[in-house]
Structure formats: structure tokens, C-alpha cells
């Protein structure tokens, strides 16, 4: 089970290292870099079917930053504006008036390569590269307008992970620190604040180990997929929060069991879920930066290649 549309193609330039957010049924992609590594700053809705254009970020255009959604509005902040400082400014979206408005800036340095989702009406931002590997955590609570430092992330420090959000629970875990790619994996409980330590993939390390990757929920059901280990990564993984196990549900680079459409291998990319299903776009694949974008709908029969 499990199949791949190609959607029409995101109508911005081809970029990488954007930020996403969700808010109903509406995704919207912002800033990153082209091919030509120029910073951006423009702001694009999808709603499934269609893109289009919004209101500019209003800070400088960067790569590298982060997004989240709270309570109807979306919030974007961090990355590398071009000249190479890492800055630690934030803004939210109002959808309804296409308007940004400056909030405080991160708790934590500015950096690339965090980690970040949303879950009992805050925000977190967390872990990430500033010169340095990092571990911290913050959150940010949008009725009293201030953020708030959490417990750190016990893992090794690193960049370039990935974050889920299943049952009010949260998953962290792989990416890149002291020049390893990691396959730790952890579990985020926001009411106590406790991190748990789950279990490691338990098949071909150097086959799931990766940064950078890919991640969205369906029905309380994580996917983890893309990302960069030796070379950009095609496998697709399911994680079953409930019994703390892994699957591979498809690998697609599979000449045998080949999806009829699927994406590219890629990282930086954006990905996300919505209306109940897995959608991942833009990113990287090598030095090209991408401009399209596919959904993963897991209850269905997959097309394959005859």
C-alpha cells in the first residue's frame, strides 16, 4: 500500500533549505536558496491544488530558517541570510490579513539545521548548527508573546534532524554531529518536559542513517524518507509510535518495485502533512535545487512500473 502523485509544480524558483508551515489546509513555503545560492524571501500558500503568492518575509531573505504554525498563524525565524551570519530573528503570518509582525527574537544563538514543531498551543525550536552543534530547546508561547527554554535535547548534539508530532507526543531524531550521521531516536513528552530515549533502527544502519531528511504524520503514523547519508537517500520509513518499531515500507530506487511517480532523491527539501496526506517538496538533490512537488497517500495501492 502507499502511492505517490506528482502535483503541480511549486510555482516559486527552485530552491532548498526553506521553511514550511501548516495552517488548516494550507501549506506555505518560504525563503531558501536558488540555484545561484541567492537568499529568499518570498512567501507561496498551497492549498493541494493550486499556489499562490503571498506577502513577502519581512526580514532578510535567508537559508536555513524554520517554521511552525500556532493557533492560526505561522511563525518563521533563524537561518543565513547571504554574507554568512546566522541570525536568530522571528515573524508571524496572519493568513486572513496576508500581514507579518515581528515577535522577540529566539531565546537560543541563531543558527540553521533545527528542529521544529508545534504541539499544546506552543511552539519549539530546537537543536541546530551555529559554528557549533547544539542541543538545546525552546518554546515559544504566543499569549504571552515570549519564549521559554526547555529541557535539551539529551542526544548528541547535531543539525539537520527531523521532528514528529504523534499523539501529542514528540519524536526526535537523526541528522549529523562530531561528523557522524546519527540514528538515535527520542520521545518528547511537552507536559512533563521528560525525553525518553526509544529504540535505534534495528536494520541496515548505513542504509537509514541520515541529515536533512524528510518527515510528515498520517494518521498517527510517522514517515521519515530523503535526506543525505554517502549519497542522497530514496527509502521510505514508517514508524508505529505505538509499538515503537520501524518498517520500510518501499524503497522506489528499486527497479524491481518501482512507484509508477515518485520524487527524487533529495534533501533541504520541505515536507508536511495534509487532508491525510504526506507531501514533500522543493530541496536539493546534489548541487540542483528542485522545484516540484509530490504527495504520499498511504491507504492506497501503489503504481508500479511493469
Known amino acids: 500500500m502507499g502511492n505517490w502523485r506528482a502535483e503541480s509544480p511549486f510555482e516559486g524558483v527552485a530552491r532548498s533549505g ?49 517554521g511552525f504554525a500556532v493557533a492560526g498563524k505561522g511563525y518563521v525565524g533563524l537561518g543565513q541570510p547571504q554574507g554568512g551570519v546566522y541570525v536568530k530573528d522571528f515573524y508571524s503570518y496572519d493568513p486572513t490579513s496576508n500581514k507579518w509582525t515581528k515577535i522577540a527574537d529566539y531565546m537560543g544563538t541563531g543558527r540553521v539545521g533545527t528542529v521544529s514543531f508545534s504541539v499544546n498551543n506552543k511552539g519549539y525550536v530546537g537543536t541546530g548548527f551555529d559554528g557549533n552543534n547544539l542541543n538545546d530547546l525552546y518554546s515559544y508561547n504566543p499569549t504571552a508573546a515570549t519564549w521559554t527554554k526547555e529541557n535539551s535535547f539529551p542526544g548528541a548534539k547535531r543539525e539537520g534532524a527531523v521532528a514528529m508530532v504523534i499523539n501529542n507526543m514528540v519524536y526526535v531524531g537523526t541528522g549529523t554531529g ?20 526509544k529504540k535505534d533502527f534495528t536494520t541496515d544502519q548505513s542504509a537509514i542513517m541520515r541529515s536533512y531528511a524528510s518527515s510528515f504524520v498520517i494518521n498517527n503514523k510517522g514517515y521519515l524518507l530523503m535526506g543525505v547519508t554517502t549519497t542522497t537517500d530514496t527509502k521510505i520509513w514508517s514508524y508505529d509510535a505505538a509499538t515503537d518499531t520501524w518498517a520500510s515500507d518501499y524503497e522506489y530506487g528499486n527497479s524491481n518495485n518501482k512507484f509508477r511517480a515518485a520524487p527524487s532523491g533529495r534533501s533541504r527539501a520541505v515536507s508536511f502533512s495534509m487532508k491525510n496526506l504526506g507531501y514533500i517538496a522543493t530541496g536539493a538533490s546534489g548541487s540542483t535545487r528542485l522545484d516540484d512537488i509530490y504527495s504520499f497517500d498511504p491507504s492506497v495501492a501503489r503504481e508500479v512500473v511493469e
Open 178 to 197: 562530531n561528523a557522524q550521521t546519527l540514528r538515535d531516536w527520542w520521545e518528547f513528552n511537552p507536559t512533563s518536559g521528560i525525553w525518553t530515549q
Open 18 to 66: 526553506a521553511a514550511s508551515f501548516v495552517i488548516d489546509t494550507a501549506a506555505y513555503i518560504s525563503t531558501g536558496s536558488d540555484n545561484n545560492n541567492n537568499r529568499l524571501a518570498d512567501l507561496w500558500q498551497y492549498n493541494g491544488r493550486t499556489w499562490t503568492q503571498k506577502a513577502n518575509f519581512p526580514g532578510a531573505g535567508r537559508t536555513g530558517a524554520t
